[in-house]
C-alpha cells in the first residue's frame, strides 16, 4: 500500500505501513505505486505566503569613521533593503556621523562599504529625545494584513544579538499589531544588570497583566541571546556569526516563543484578547542607547490547502474506490 502524505500542500508517496504523528493532513489510499506515478503531475508544492521580508542589504552605506559603514534610518533607506513590505520611521534620526554615538546607530555592514550583509542596529540615537517606549519608533508594514487562524499558522522571525553589553539599564520592544492597533504579541529586550550577564541576555515578553515574564535558564547557553564581547556600546560592530534566530508563531489567539528552533514559552494568550490579525510591527525604546541588531526579518503564514489540493486528492480517492 501506499501512503499520500499531504504537507504543507505538498504530496509526497511513503512506502510505509504506518502514518507518522504529524500536524499535517494525512490521507491513505490503497493504490497501486504506479498509479501515484501516473499522478506526478497533480503533485502540489507551495510555500508560505511571504507577508514581508527584510535582510537590509539593499541599503547603501558610507564610511561613518572607525572603519565601520552604515546608513541613516530613513524609510527610503530601509525600504531599499526590503524585499516584500514597507517601513515607517515615526521618529528622525541623524544621520550617522563620525565621532558620534550616532554613528554606530543606523543599516550597519560588518565593515567594508561593499558589504553583503548588512543588519538595523536598533536603539538609534534619536538626538536626545526618547518615546519612553509607549510610542513606536518605527513600524514594519505588511505588505497585507493577515488573519489569525488555528489552520493558518503565522510566524515572526528574524535573526538577533544584544548590542549593549555594557550593563546599563535600557530596553526595547517589538510588538505585533492589528489594524485596529490592538497588541498580539509584546518582546522585551531589557539590557539591565551587569554587563553580557546571563540575566541581561535573556529574552522578555510582556502578558495580558502587563507584566513581562522572563524566558530561559540563565546557567543554559541555548535559552540565551548571544552579545557582542566589547563591553563599550559605541565600539560595538554588526558580527552576524552570533546572531540567533527568534520565532514568534501565532496562531488564532495565542502564541509561541521560539529561539533557534527550540521552544522558550508556549500558548501564551494575545495581550489583546480581542486582536484579530497581523498588520505591522512596531519598534519601541526607553532610550536613546538601546542597542541590538536585527536581521533577515520575515513574516510568514502557512495557506491552507488549496482547492486544486483537494481535487487531486478526490481524484485519488475515485481512483482507489475504481481498483
Same mark, same amino acid.
Request: proline fraction near 3%; charged fraction near 15%; hydrophobic fraction near 40%.
Given at each position: 500500500?501506499?501512503?499520500?502524505?499531504?504537507?504543507?500542500?505538498?504530496? $509526497?508517496?511513503?512506502?510505509? $505501513?504506518?502514518?507518522?504523528?504529524?500536524?499535517?493532513?494525512?490521507? !491513505?489510499?490503497?493504490? #497501486? %505505486?504506479?498509479?501515484?506515478?501516473?499522478?506526478?503531475?497533480? $503533485?502540489?508544492?507551495?510555500?508560505?505566503?511571504?507577508?514581508?521580508?527584510?535582510?537590509?542589504?539593499?541599503?547603501? +552605506?558610507?564610511?561613518?569613521?572607525?572603519?565601520?559603514?552604515?546608513?541613516?534610518?530613513?524609510?527610503?533607506?530601509?525600504?531599499?533593503? *526590503?524585499? +516584500?513590505?514597507?517601513?515607517?520611521?515615526? =521618529? #528622525? &534620526?541623524?544621520?550617522?556621523?563620525?565621532?558620534?554615538? @550616532?554613528?554606530? @546607530?543606523?543599516?550597519?555592514? =560588518?565593515?567594508?562599504?561593499? +558589504?553583503?550583509?548588512?543588519?538595523? @542596529?536598533?536603539?538609534?540615537?534619536?538626538?536626545?529625545?526618547?518615546?519612553?517606549?509607549?510610542?513606536?519608533?518605527?513600524?514594519?508594514?505588511?505588505?497585507?494584513?493577515?488573519?489569525?487562524?488555528?489552520?493558518?499558522?503565522? *510566524?515572526?522571525?528574524?535573526?538577533?544579538?544584544?548590542?549593549?553589553?555594557?550593563?546599563?539599564?535600557? *530596553?526595547?520592544?517589538?510588538?505585533?499589531?492589528?489594524?485596529?492597533?490592538?497588541?498580539?504579541?509584546?518582546?522585551?529586550?531589557?539590557?539591565?544588570?551587569?554587563?553580557?550577564?546571563?540575566? $541581561?541576555?535573556?529574552?522578555?515578553?510582556?502578558?495580558?497583566?502587563?507584566?513581562?515574564? %522572563?524566558?530561559?535558564?540563565?546557567?543554559?547557553?541555548?535559552?540565551? =541571546?548571544?552579545?557582542? &564581547?566589547?563591553?563599550? =556600546?559605541?565600539?560595538?560592530?554588526?558580527? #552576524?556569526?552570533?546572531?540567533?534566530? !527568534?520565532?514568534? !508563531?501565532?496562531?488564532?489567539?495565542?502564541?509561541?516563543?521560539?529561539?533557534?528552533?527550540?521552544?522558550?514559552?508556549?500558548?501564551?494568550?494575545?495581550?489583546?484578547?480581542?486582536?484579530?490579525?497581523?498588520?505591522?510591527?512596531?519598534?519601541?525604546?526607553?532610550?536613546?542607547?538601546?542597542?541590538?541588531?536585527?536581521?533577515?526579518?520575515?513574516? *510568514?503564514?502557512? #495557506?491552507?490547502? %488549496?482547492?486544486?489540493?483537494?481535487?487531486?486528492?478526490?481524484?485519488?480517492?475515485?481512483?482507489? @474506490?475504481?481498483?
Amino acid at each position: 500500500m501506499v501512503i499520500l502524505l499531504i504537507k504543507n500542500q505538498e504530496i $509526497q508517496t511513503k512506502n510505509h $505501513q504506518e502514518i507518522m504523528q504529524t500536524k499535517s493532513i494525512r490521507i !491513505v489510499a490503497a493504490i #497501486p %505505486s504506479a498509479a501515484v506515478v501516473a499522478l506526478a503531475p497533480l $503533485q502540489i508544492a507551495t510555500a508560505a505566503n511571504v507577508l514581508f521580508q527584510a535582510d537590509f542589504n539593499g541599503t547603501p +552605506v558610507s564610511d561613518v569613521g572607525n572603519g565601520l559603514y552604515a546608513a541613516q534610518i530613513t524609510a527610503a533607506n530601509l525600504d531599499a533593503g *526590503t524585499a +516584500v513590505g514597507s517601513w515607517t520611521v515615526h =521618529v #528622525p &534620526q541623524d544621520a550617522p556621523a563620525a565621532g558620534t554615538a @550616532r554613528a554606530q @546607530r543606523g543599516i550597519q555592514g =560588518v565593515g567594508a562599504a561593499d +558589504v553583503e550583509n548588512k543588519a538595523l @542596529r536598533f536603539g538609534i540615537n534619536l538626538a536626545g529625545q526618547s518615546t519612553g517606549g509607549a510610542d513606536p519608533i518605527l513600524s514594519a508594514n505588511l505588505a497585507t494584513s493577515a488573519s489569525v487562524s488555528t489552520t493558518m499558522p503565522m *510566524t515572526v522571525g528574524f535573526d538577533y544579538a544584544n548590542g549593549s553589553p555594557d550593563g546599563g539599564n535600557r *530596553t526595547f520592544f517589538l510588538r505585533g499589531l492589528d489594524s485596529s492597533e490592538r497588541i498580539l504579541f509584546e518582546l522585551a529586550f531589557k539590557h539591565t544588570g551587569a554587563g553580557g550577564s546571563a540575566e $541581561q541576555r535573556q529574552l522578555h515578553y510582556r502578558d495580558g497583566s502587563s507584566q513581562f515574564v %522572563s524566558l530561559g535558564n540563565t546557567g543554559d547557553e541555548s535559552t540565551l =541571546v548571544n552579545t557582542t &564581547q566589547s563591553g563599550n =556600546v559605541e565600539a560595538a560592530t554588526y558580527d #552576524p556569526d552570533i546572531m540567533k534566530r !527568534v520565532e514568534v !508563531v501565532i496562531g488564532s489567539s495565542a502564541f509561541d516563543i521560539l529561539l533557534d528552533g527550540s521552544m522558550l514559552a508556549g500558548d501564551i494568550a494575545f495581550q489583546d484578547v480581542d486582536a484579530d490579525g497581523l498588520t505591522k510591527l512596531d519598534f519601541a525604546s526607553t532610550n536613546q542607547w538601546t542597542g541590538g541588531w536585527f536581521d533577515n526579518m520575515e513574516v *510568514t503564514q502557512i #495557506p491552507e490547502p %488549496s482547492a486544486a489540493a483537494l481535487l487531486a486528492l478526490g481524484g485519488l480517492a475515485l481512483l482507489s @474506490r475504481r481498483r
